[in-house]
């Protein structure tokens, strides 16, 4: 009949009025399958919140260090375990790494390409003391949430002023723990260590003796970091790359690692992924938080899948009974002059539109439920300290997807049914036979 | 107007194939009415189903209403069968869950609301010319037979088809009912100017017609009544 959309809903209208018990229980076994996805939406995305946004943030777990695998360097490039030359951490990988989405910022970490000692230390210790150093360059931004960026900036050649560096906070923990009160030396806080300064000769050391090249300098400690590395001073790159410009100039500039900062957790893991592409190794926290995240998303998947599938079914069965109760109807309308087409149209119409309430119903179920256990659960967890505040999320994915999930569902299970319903003989149903 | 021109169907029943119509001709003018009879099976049903756009599996030409409707795709059969052809069947084919006159409505059921209001109307007036008054709301089960193919016929005239099939109409009525259903018929034919082709056992029946065929091994043989 070439149905208009007003005429096809008014048939729609019609049919619901007639059978409203019928549909009305289609409609239910949607919305327990669409309730059943957004509980389990609501209340997961909720836990990744807790757990990614309120408790992995206050970790630096959004931070990765890519570095390259272990193997002999040959230039630019390294012989690893696997027998293979592998890449190095370099200006283009660093590039690689900063057009990851997600990503907010790599800091290239720089190390010295020739040696250095350090000696001081009297006026805090009573005497001073004589030691190789290993010096590594970081850009100020990466420590600003610790050291004050207007101190740790590179003095610039020939300048008089002390070299600042930045120190391991973990450093001063294992000498505050071990070695102070193994020598008997004094323990100092973070606070404390600020200002201290020693002298540092360029391109001289206990071991390996002098280059062509020595300078003594000072240097002054302007902030502990956990940020650094262990092991050595952390000084401004652009100062670390201009010692190594003057002391290692046949070496070209490559870097010991690269800390990726994302700008949360859920990013880690397409670092992890590009670094693996890179021929890079990331530590195996990040890995962790990778496929947590990847894992977590994937469960979700398969879930909101299965009850798709069920919906699926369950729609199927329902309009297939419809379909066998209604040949006579469905063969008197073709011989009366519906097309297949408006046959086809009203039930896939039927079928959205049991999908669309199953939907609606669903969701409004689950997100109440999720509110009720979450309300629950709050209480329980009132007296812990870290009680996460989020513990239902609802957001366009938490409605979107189930309410997408349902119709899908619902047409998919519908238009088989609705298929072969258009494809009806009318002669042969109105004469009693099959058709 | 209905034509006919070496019309065949065959049927394959097992091993064999039975060939119900055999190079029919037939040719009917708009307004006149005409008969077939024949035994049961004889292909009575066949011939009005190809010639309703129902059954599209034959031989031959076939023109309604002055449309061939060999090669025509579903939605223009569709579109002829609902605006040319009106069908009446011997079981009624009412449905139990709609009023009659919801059952008058159905060929309008994918039409646009003010469509469905001005047919609604006629519905309703076609409901009273059959004698139907005040009973537009009843269920089929709480009709008579005879009502019940007055609300069929009522139905088939709705949207004042040019041609009307109507199989075995009386069939399951008795000869009194079934006397006065022909009567009601032929007013309203006289009324709306349709051809009428009737498929019948009933040789009373077929007397009332302009023209009367037997339908017999598939050929279609003029009869003149006794």
Redesign the interface.
């Known amino acids: 009949?070439?149905?208009?959309v007003?005429?096809?809903l008014?048939?729609i209208g019609?049919d619901v009025q007639?059978d409203r018990r019928g549909l009305a229980l289609a409609a239910v076994g949607v919305a327990i399958g669409v309730a059943a996805l957004t509980f389990i939406l609501a209340a997961g995305r909720g836990a990744e919140r807790a757990v990614v946004d309120e408790l992995l943030s206050r970790t630096p777990i959004n931070v990765v260090r890519v570095e390259p695998k272990v193997g002999i360097a040959i230039g630019p490039l390294r012989w690893d375990a696997g027998g293979l030359l592998t890449p190095a951490v370099d200006a283009t990988a660093v590039k690689e790494l900063e057009r990851v989405d997600g990503v907010a910022a790599v800091y290239p970490l720089a190390n010295a390409g020739f040696p250095m000692r350090a000696q001081g230390g009297k006026s805090v210790l009573g005497h001073d003391v004589y030691m190789d150093m290993f010096a590594f360059g970081v850009d100020p931004a990466f420590v600003a949430a610790d050291v004050d960026a207007a101190k740790f900036v590179d003095p610039g050649a020939g300048s008089e002023a002390a070299v600042p560096v930045v120190v391991s906070s973990q450093l001063l923990n294992i000498y505050n723990r071990t070695v102070a009160p193994a020598v008997g030396a004094p323990r100092f806080s973070a606070e404390a260590v600020v200002g201290f300064s020693f002298d540092l000769f360029l391109g001289e050391s206990y071991t390996t003796g002098r280059s062509n090249q020595r300078v003594q300098l000072t240097v002054r400690v302007v902030g502990v970091s956990s940020r650094v590395p262990l092991a050595g001073i952390t000084v401004p790159i652009a100062t670390l790359e201009r010692w190594n410009r003057t002391f290692a100039p046949d070496k070209k500039q490559v870097y010991s690692a690269a800390y990726v900062e994302t700008r949360s957790p859920r990013e880690v893991d397409a670092v992890v992924r590009r670094a693996d592409a890179l021929g890079l190794v990331v530590d195996e926290s990040a890995r962790l938080v990778g496929g947590i995240i990847r894992g977590t998303t994937a469960a979700l998947s398969l879930i909101a899948a299965l009850i798709l599938a069920v919906a699926g079914l369950h729609t199927a069965q329902t309009f297939e009974a419809r379909a066998r109760a209604r040949r006579?109807?469905i063969a008197?309308?073709?011989?009366?002059?519906?097309?297949?087409?408006?046959v086809l149209a009203?039930f896939a119409g039927e079928a959205l539109l049991v999908g669309l309430v199953g939907a609606l119903c669903g969701v409004a179920l689950g997100l109440t439920g999720a509110w009720a256990a979450a309300s629950a659960l709050r209480q329980a967890l009132a007296s812990l300290p870290f009680a996460p505040t989020h513990l239902v999320a609802i957001d366009a994915l938490v409605i979107g997807l189930p309410i997408a999930a349902a119709l899908l569902a619902a047409l998919l299970g519908g238009l088989g049914p609705a298929r072969r319903a258009s494809k009806l003989d009318?002669?042969a149903v109105?004469?009693g036979g099959h058709g | 107007m209905i034509r006919v021109a070496q019309l065949s169907k065959r049927y394959t029943a097992g091993n064999g194939e039975r060939r119900v119509l055999d190079q029919v001709d037939l040719s009917i003018p708009a307004g006149n009415s005409a008969a077939l009879v024949g035994a049961s099976g004889a292909g009575k049903t066949t011939l009005l189903n190809i010639l309703g756009g129902l059954d599209l599996d034959y031989q031959g030409e076939v023109e309604v209403a002055g449309l061939q409707l060999r090669g025509r795709s579903d939605v223009e059969l569709s579109g002829f069968r609902r605006d040319c052809v009106g069908f009446m069947f011997q079981d009624f084919h009412l449905l139990e869950h709609l009023s009659a006159l919801d059952n008058v409505l159905l060929a309008c059921r994918f039409s646009a609301a003010a469509e469905r209001r001005q047919f609604a109307q006629r519905g309703r007036q076609l409901l009273a010319e059959v004698g139907l008054v005040g009973r537009e709301n009843e269920r089929p089960s709480a009709l008579s037979g005879g009502e019940r193919q007055r609300v069929a016929l009522a139905r088939a005239l709705l949207r004042q088809p040019k041609v009307i099939l109507a199989d075995e109409p009386t069939g399951n009525l008795d000869p009194a009912t079934g006397q006065r259903l022909m009567e009601l018929l032929e007013k309203m034919l006289r009324d709306e100017g349709a051809t009428l082709l009737i498929a019948t056992h009933d040789e009373n029946v077929a007397r009332r017609t302009d023209r009367r065929w037997r339908l017999e091994r598939g050929q279609l043989i003029e009869w003149v009544p006794a």
């Open positions: 009949m070439g149905a208009g007003n005429a096809l008014a048939a019609a007639r006579k109807e008197l309308l073709r011989a009366l002059g519906a097309a297949r087409r408006d009203l009318p002669a109105l004469a």
